[in-house]
């Protein structure tokens, strides 16, 4: 996606917008993505088969305004009438907000919500490795 560390919901919307999103999408975002994509979907109404939710960051607490306004939505509920499977994985060892994120998703869209131990932000530096199964079987499920 355009620019990560100063994301511009606009222009994240405008490359998905570009894509072909149907009945049949699986959608996984990760971290600011995890953001992104129920944002996308709430103002889009687009249906999906699947939305998987990694390390979401709703960045509750951002003191940077740039960067907040990529964040400044409210999670639109009727998601869940678009997306008959919702799931977040979140680590016990990730930050704080990203636990809280993940919860508030999980609850607001009545996802599964699968804790895994000591992933961090499910990235390399805090797994060690690139493989992810439980992601690979959530998809291919």
């Known amino acids: ?16 917008d ?12 990760h971290s600011r993505g995890a953001a ?4 996308w979907l709430g103002d889009t109404k687009q249906p999906i088969r699947k939305l998987i939710l990694v390390a979401p960051n709703l960045r509750t607490k951002s003191i940077n305004p740039r960067v907040q306004d990529f964040y400044d939505f409210d999670i639109d509920a009727t998601i869940k009438n678009l997306v008959p499977e919702r799931m977040v994985f ?5 930050e704080q907000e990203n636990i809280e994120s993940a919860e508030l998703l999980a609850k607001k869209l009545d996802c ?4 895994l131990p000591k992933q961090g932000h499910f990235i ?18």
């Open 1 to 16: 996606m355009p620019d990560p560390w100063r994301p511009q919901y606009s222009e994240w919307k405008a490359v998905l």
């Open 18 to 29: 570009n894509l072909l999103v149907d009945e049949e999408t699986i959608l996984v975002g």
């Open 36 to 39: 992104f994509l129920p944002r």
């Open 90 to 94: 979140i680590s016990d060892n990730d």
């Open 112 to 115: 599964q919500i699968f804790v």
């Open 124 to 141: 390399l530096e805090d797994m060690g490795t690139t493989a992810f199964p439980e992601l690979v079987a959530a998809i291919i499920k």
